[in-house]
């Protein structure tokens, strides 16, 4: 017999033959992977709280019906496979199988119990015509009534599998009673056997929840309890200086590594959906820095983008709307429940950091003892108690995730980064999603994480544990704990590092005098927004096109993205376009078929559409290791489609950074382009793979070093 899960299950819950049972345990014996599993099957088991697998969405990975197949092992070998890969990769899904398994044991090992006038009720349904619809029903008869009424606790007693107690007259009532009688003459026994002080002692307590006065020289000797409570109150107690919690002045947080006080431990309901209730929760204010903020709102995907202002009657927050604070801009949102939220939006010429640009919350009523609920859509967040006083509870949602945070003193604060990655292989194509990562961090004070049933009561602000990250692939967030930082992350700063390099400084300076005049352009509330970043494409500003592009990508309008690709007149505008699609195309699984239509709608064949979309997502390891794939970019330097060229110069230029050397212009003409693709031969020649880059290229949207593929 082979050695699989099923057989694993089998041989647990002792559903085998005596020579099976004796083989599998050799096998068992012999194999340290089996031995493991079996332990992991145990524990997950008696997991309290666990998790169950979502039965849609894109969580879901098999149906009950191909559970019941694969323990029925009538399930085909490619599916079987399926299911143990699943099952050996989640605690949920091993749970849930090795479960059914036991319960099913159970179940099908026992005969069922069915009371005997059950079963009369049950024949008695279809009498012949008395089954016709519209005939009413004889009324039964007084000797079935009381035939009934006599084997009803015979039925209670069945279906609770508890052995048959019948009637026995007078011993039903007698007894019960005979034993109360006993139950009191014990009571009194020990009351009367008490000396008269000790039944003092008690009746006050009964009245007095309070212990009984003890003189001040004895106060100090009395032995106090191991758990830190006094005799007859339950209350906790300072064991350091004896005095009552409301006796020792101010506040102080309790030494990291120890368990919060219970205060900081709040209670809260299992997440379900959010609330879909539109209601006012809060407002949009002037940041502290005062440094640049644009804010848009929308209630749906076919509602106009607007722009929150500052004055009282604008500045309103509801629930159920998506909120975007556009890259390069911080948007402060005050909720009514004095908690603090600030979307970050981000330029890589200010902070090079993740691939982050603008920021996107969706806020959500929020149910006691909830402070706020929010769904971080990607971007940066942070969060700060605002509150006059005690923790805030605050419940955060992206992806599949529901986490909730505790923010345990006054000005703590927490920061989150939230981005996406296209894939660089064909799965974007089979519907997975891309990578998602997130990463949290304690920027001040101390904050308690609860992920799923793992909590983690002790988080602080550098040099304590501060981070902790998540992303989409793997065994998920549970199985993480909190990372210690020395010192804050540098990408976390209120204000930028100075640039390293003049030229940083210069597209430093440009970008701030953009962020100021776009500021100042959506001022008219009469200005569409998509239009005032529509015309600010042909600006003349570096700065000023480049962040028109990055905010249409902002607000999800690809195809305006998708003609800046195209756009003769400046390489600027390319360059950038090629960033905000990739940064859109990591937000969504969906995004490549959209990206795949719109496409067709502008004019491009399907094979061009699927150059750019490959050019787009990059070359796996095994591509790059093909001298074919070289050949071709350098092919596409002259294809028909300037969007093409920039996408095959992109690629190349990223791929081997030693033909940045070579002048080349998608936009310019015939002759250049010949001359270029001439030298790109040179340096790559035909059949030839040019070595990997040591150094990696220029990362798209502020991503962190990595040699795009």
Known sequence: MRLTLRTLLAYLDDTLEPAEIKDIGQKVAESDAAQELIDRIKNVTRRRRLTVPPATGPGAKFDPNTVAEYLDNVLHGDEVAKVEETCLGSDVHLAEVAACHQILTLVLGEPALVPPTAKQRMYGLVRGREAIPYRKAAASSSSEEVMVDSHADMDETLLMGLPLYRKQGWLRWAIPVAGLFLIVAVGVALYNALPSSGRQVVQNTATNPEPPPVKPADANKEKQPDDGTRPGDGKPEDKGNGKKPEDTGAAKPPDQGKEPKKEDKLVVQPAGKPSDEVREIGRYVVSEDNRPSILLHRRTAEDAWHRLAYPENQSKVSTVESLVSLPGYRSTIRLSSGVQLLLWGNVPEQILSQPIAESAVVLHLPDAPLDADFTLQRGRATVTNRKAGGPALVRIRFHDEVWDLTLLEPDSEVGMDLWGIPSHDVSYKSGEEPLAVLGLVVLKGRAALKVGYAEFPNMEAPPGAALFAWDNVGKGAETRVPIKLPQPLPWWNKLPPPPASEAMQRAARDMDLALKELGGQMTDPKRAVDTVLRENLEAASSGTRVLAIRCLGAIDEPARVLEALRNEKFGDVRMEAIAVLRHWLGRSKDHYDRLAKLLQANMYTPIESEYILQLLHGFTDQNLTDAETYAALIQYLNHSQLAIRQLASWRLT???????????????????????????????????????PQAPGPAPMGSPPMTPR
């Open 654 to 692: 990223t791929l081997v950074p030693a033909g940045r050397k070579i002048a080349y212009d998608p936009a310019g003409g015939i002759d250049q382009r010949t001359q270029a693709i001439a030298e790109w031969k040179k340096l790559i020649p035909e059949g030839k793979v040019p070595p990997r």
